[in-house]
């Protein structure tokens, strides 16, 4: 632990031998699915015409609803019920009478490949009652139309939360702003997108499935429920995933259930594949929001009351319960206390895709609202922005701190541990903060504009409800190691590994994980809120702990020794000062499994003339055959990690063009398993946070149409956007909630971005930013309307 | 999406109105159209082809004509449907006598384009659609140019003689097709803009269209 040991995965990954569920190969008679999609973002079904498919070659099966039964047929489960989510509304696999966006799954073609699949698709004829959409939060909360009729306001859900008397408290401060925010939407866009194979066997009267997820074991779930199977029928294996950053924890998805039926139908595998133009219009997106903020505050800029109101769109459908919303409202504190807190939100429908987690779930809206705030109010006050932060923060020796709120897991928002004081001051000499302005007049005498932003989060991550492993030592000596989570990437396979290899004593090279597949570790919860290292890392620990413990036991009969006088280093159990009294982990899983029948040398040892005391049972009571280790984690609450970037940015005054030319980040998840991986995972963030801030958005029309559903035209970041260098610096406040000590970090690159570049652009310009993402023409447009007010 | 434009057209008001309502010009104007059928007063029925790369396919379509003031102006609602995409279209259409140097055909479009095309092809449909049109206005002034037509009034079922330029068919009562090679005053621009046209075609139709396919009350 704490190495930065090489990624044992990317030797596959970067030759071109990853897996991934398009590359399963189920041999020549799979057969390949196609879905017809809405063209318009609202309409009602009027027809379904299918008969010009019914007699095309190569053609296997056409699904419409009708063709659905039983639960099939129901629509598609609302995944985290919540009581303030009184207008709950999920699709059918397939439309039922009415579609709420573009994209939305009509028809699915079974044939013998995707080009026959998709020609079927088109020759489908289905008439429609276009009926007016609503696009954008303006639309939505006029609720002049409406998405679903029987949802008044389009209001999914209104959830207020308070700690003492907001208003009162601002009524009362001496100052007081309000500021009203914008943040667009985006999306995860995983290079590899949705994908889904499935066979029945009927020799075993069971269904294996491999899907792109972040959730096996949902899906299997899911799956068992909507075709009538018991779940001991279900196998979902999760395969290598090119990448998920929260979509994938959406399920399930029409084609998961789709595929699995259609392969039990017709008795041959089936494969789906999503193309890119699908996966922008029926996955998912997020960050969508409109945010109206009041604050009261004191000369020093120590917020005295704070009330933040805001409207999130979350698209047609609510399958992810409010869990984005609910994350905005409590992680929007991050590393404050402010004297008095109210949040209001209001999710409400609009006839587009829907939203559902992306990297940040949330966050990094409640971070842009938060620090947009701490900016303003340092701007009023003429006070350093970071003297303004500091006389805000939760200090060191108030942890572990409860804000009174209730956080997405259900769990009271109590910060476990942080040290922010420590963090700035961190990133104030990281960055060079106080050496700025000179360098800022420096450059403004030769026209240049430049501006520094700073920003702070505080990330609950590990949320439960559990998850768990299983540690297996083979008599070879190798190690297999499994837990139900999936693996989208973040280095599993190496920092597990590294786990069990400190903990049981074994060599990194010799333990295998196996992560995502049903068969290995049917319990489990998934892949998702930063969570994987402290839930499964910690349940990796505590069963590679159970392994050992069983392995001295037996080692110390064989050694006739005391357990606690052995030691495991490299594999081998030996006593303490006596190395040569020793035995090969190997050997012990070879006597912790009491044999009739011997089939090679080493399991000679183990059958019933050379081992054990006859007096005794071959098995001990309270034990169990084979050199194994088992164990759950299961914590009472998220541990809080946090970070703070800042950004030095030039704008063309020209062009308007956004050039970064230094970003530093101060990052604190406890204890670093990986410094590597953690530094890569923050890598990755600040790069996808970067196109969320200056470059991505979904365009769609007044009429729901998404203008920019292909990589042409939704700007992704190259590497040429990205800075050349990422100053980083840990922070090691270690949680006291895990045995590790460890906390997420797999989304915390990403939180601030809006914040930090919306308050560096707005130092350079002088121009206050209420709006992100921003492009060089909102840019130049911001400045015209500065310069010509209306 | 909103297009609008015009185009002037070296014609007196008269001929140009006369000949855009006539069904035969416009089958072999109209970029990509195949096919054209009168369904009813003022309502056409028509097949066009026309696809960007992967993007091509045929569309089934029709239109609606309303707001007749002759010489002056019309509406025109057009919407189409094929495997590339959809297209719902409102289109103002007014003429303007220019006098000796010609008629103004100002059109004023609002569209919208769904379905693989609306997420795909959107960002080069304003611009492509206003080249298409310039091109469809070359091509019916080249018509009027070189056998004005005779004016007479279509109605469904009547037959009507072919424009000796283009060479349209009437294979049956009140339906045209288009002659089998592109009129010679599209060339090689013809192919350029059917190939980058994809919705574009349906886009123009809703803008020209409006202004062409007509008939007299």
């Known amino acids: 632990m704490g190495q930065p040991v090489q990624r044992v995965e990317d030797q596959r990954f970067l030759r071109g031998l990853g897996r991934y569920v398009d590359d399963v190969d189920t041999g020549p008679g799979t057969l390949h699915a196609a879905v017809l999609r809405s063209p318009h973002a609202h309409a009602r079904i009027l027809d379904i015409d299918v008969e010009a498919v019914l007699d095309l070659d190569g053609v296997h099966a056409v699904y419409t609803h009708d063709d659905l039964t039983g639960p099939m047929a129901e629509p598609l489960p609302l995944l985290i019920p919540h009581p303030a989510l009184t207008h709950g509304r999920t699709q059918h696999a397939l439309a039922k009478d009415e579609v709420n966006y573009v994209g939305e799954a009509i028809a699915f073609v079974v044939a013998d490949d995707r080009y026959v699949a998709e020609d079927a698709v088109a020759r489908i004829v289905v008439t429609y009652d276009v009926l007016p959409p609503v696009v954008g939060l303006e639309a939505a909360r006029a609720g002049e139309r409406l998405v679903h009729d029987d949802v008044p306001g389009n209001l999914a859900a209104r959830l207020e939360q308070e700690v003492g008397d907001a208003r009162a408290a601002i009524a009362a401060a001496p100052h007081r702003l309000e500021l009203d925010l914008t943040i667009e939407r985006s999306a995860c866009m995983p290079l590899e997108g949705r994908g889904t194979v499935a066979r029945w066997e009927p020799d075993l ?40 950053f929260g979509v994938k924890v959406v399920h399930p998805w029409p084609e998961e259930l789709l595929v699995p039926y259609a392969a039990r139908a017709l008795g041959r595998p089936v494969k789906f594949t999503e193309d890119r133009r699908e996966h922008f219009i029926s996955s998912a997106h997020e960050r969508g929001q409109v945010q109206h903020v009041e604050v009261g505050f004191d000369d020093d800029g120590r917020v005295l009351g704070l009330d933040v109101e805001f409207w999130h769109d979350n698209g047609a459908y609510t399958p992810y319960g409010l869990i984005v919303p609910i994350i905005t409202s409590t992680q929007l504190l991050g590393p404050y206390k402010p004297g008095a807190y109210r949040v209001v939100f209001e999710s409400l429908y609009t006839n587009t895709v829907i939203v559902t987690p992306y990297r940040g779930a949330g966050r990094p809206q409640g971070c842009y609202a938060m620090e947009r705030t701490m900016d303003a109010v340092a701007a009023y006050l003429g006070k350093d922005r970071t003297e303004v932060r500091a006389a805000n923060f939760i200090q060191p020796d108030e942890f572990p701190y409860d804000h009174g709120l209730v956080f997405q897991d259900g769990r009271e928002l109590e910060y476990d541990s942080g040290d922010y004081p420590a963090s700035l001051e961190k990133l104030k000499e990281l960055v060079g903060w106080d050496d700025f302005p000179a360098y800022q007049r ?67 090279e010799d333990v295998e994980v196996v992560t995502g597949d049903t068969r290995r570790m049917p319990y489990a919860v998934g892949t998702y809120a930063s969570r994987a290292a402290v839930m499964s890392g910690s349940a990796v620990h505590l069963a590679a702990r159970r392994a050992k413990e069983k392995a001295l036991r037996i080692a110390a009969d064989a050694l006739e020794a005391d357990p606690a006088d052995l030691q495991i280093v490299d594999g081998v159990v030996s006593v303490k000062g006596a190395p040569d009294s020793a035995i090969d982990l190997g050997t012990v899983s070879v006597l912790s499994n009491p044999l009739r029948y011997a089939f090679d040398e080493a399991s000679k040892a183990a059958t019933q003339f050379s081992v054990g005391d006859n007096s005794l049972p071959p098995v001990p009571e309270d034990e169990e055959p084979g050199l194994e280790g088992k164990d759950f984690y299961s914590p009472p609450r998220a541990t809080f990690a946090s970070g703070m970037h800042a950004v030095i940015v030039e704008t063309d005054p020209e062009t308007a063009e956004v050039t970064i030319l230094k970003y530093a980040v101060v990052h604190d998840c406890g204890h670093l398993i990986n410094p590597m991986i953690v ?112 | 999406m909103k297009i609008s434009g015009s185009n002037v057209v070296a014609h007196p008001v008269g001929e140009v109105w006369d000949a855009l309502l006539d069904p035969r010009v416009l089958v072999a104007t109209i970029p990509g159209c195949e096919r054209l059928e009168t369904t009813g007063p003022d309502e056409y029925a028509m097949t066009v082809t026309a696809g960007v790369a992967a993007i091509k396919g045929t569309y089934a379509g029709s239109c609606a004509l309303s707001d007749l003031r002759k010489h002056e102006s019309l509406v025109m609602r057009l919407s189409g449907a094929g495997a590339p995409g959809t297209i719902d279209a409102a289109v103002d259409v007014a003429f303007e006598d220019l006098g000796a140097e010609g008629t103004r055909i100002s059109y004023e479009a609002d569209a919208t384009v769904g379905g693989m095309v609306g997420g795909v092809g959107q960002r080069i449909l304003a611009s492509v659609s206003k080249r298409m049109a310039a091109e469809f206005f070359g091509n019916v002034a080249g018509a009027i140019g070189q056998a004005t037509p005779s004016a007479a009034p279509v109605s469904p079922g009547a037959p009507v003689e072919p424009v000796a330029t283009a060479r349209a068919v009437e294979t049956s009562p009140g339906v045209f097709t288009a002659p089998a090679a592109p009129t010679s005053s599209a060339g090689v621009s013809q192919d350029f803009y059917r190939g980058v046209g994809v919705g574009a075609g349906l886009v123009l139709l809703g803008v020209v269209a409006g202004a062409v396919l007509g008939r007299r009350r």
């Open chain 1, 205 to 244: 009267d069971r269904l294996q499935l491999w899907t792109s997820t972040q959730t096996s074991t949902g899906v299997r779930a899911a799956v068992a429920v909507k075709l009538g199977l018991d779940l001991g029928q279900v196998d979902v294996i999760t395969p290598d995933v090119g990448g998920g």
């Open chain 1, 442 to 508: 420096e450059m403004a005498a030769q026209g240049r504009r430049v501006g520094i932003g700073l920003a702070c989060y505080v990330e609950g991550t590990g949320v439960g409800p559990y998850e768990g492993a299983h540690v297996h030592v083979e008599t070879s000596g190798k190690v297999k190691v499994a837990t139900g989570l999936t693996t989208q990437g973040q280095g599993h396979a190496t920092v597990f590994a590294q786990l069990v290899a400190d903990e049981l004593g074994v060599r990194f």
């Open chain 1, 679 to 790: 530094e890569g995972q923050i890598h990755g963030g600040v790069a996808q946070g970067i196109g969320g801030a200056l470059y991505e958005r979904m365009a769609y029309d007044e009429s729901g149409q998404l203008l920019n559903a292909s990589f042409m035209d939704f700007l992704m970041p190259y590497v040429t956007e990205i800075p050349d260098g990422i100053d980083i610096d840990h922070l090691e406040t270690p949680s006291p909630l895990n045995p590790l000590g460890i906390k997420g970090a797999g989304e915390a690159g990403v939180i601030p971005s809006a914040a930090v570049f919306a308050a560096a652009i707005e130092d350079a310009e002088g121009l206050a930013i209420r709006a992100m993402p921003i492009s060089p023409s909102d840019l130049h447009t911001l400045r015209l309307s500065q310069e010509h007010p209306r």
